[in-house]
């Protein structure tokens, strides 16, 4: 079956580091969501940050936490099996 490559975050300024990069793709548009799936727009919403800039991480929920992992499990793939082949 499948055995995840690495393990949880190792420390906060890791998990920081992908929830921040999420942000950055989405704002860039690299990462488009379907109009069906508005229950996983809710849980971006409400991620807030803390006065000192950091992310308050009680506001981060499953949604937004799987998709962290998605995303951080992308970057690892070597770029021929999640682009398509050009011809």
Do not use: C, Q, W
Not at 8 to 29: C, K, T, V
Not at 42 to 50: N, P
Not at 54 to 79: A, C, F, Q, W, Y
Request: hydrophobic share 35%; aromatic share 4%; glycine share 6%.
């Amino acid at each position: 079956m499948f055995e995840p490559k690495t393990s949880s975050y190792d420390s906060r300024i890791s998990f920081e580091r992908n929830a921040l990069m999420l942000g950055e793709r989405i704002h860039a548009g690299t990462i488009r969501f379907n109009v069906a799936l508005r229950h996983t727009l809710k849980g971006l919403t409400e991620v807030r940050s803390l006065p000192n800039g950091r992310i308050d991480l009680l506001t981060i929920d499953e949604s937004v936490r799987s998709m962290m992992h998605m995303m951080s499990g992308m970057d690892n793939l070597p770029k021929e099996e999640h682009h398509e082949k050009e011809e």
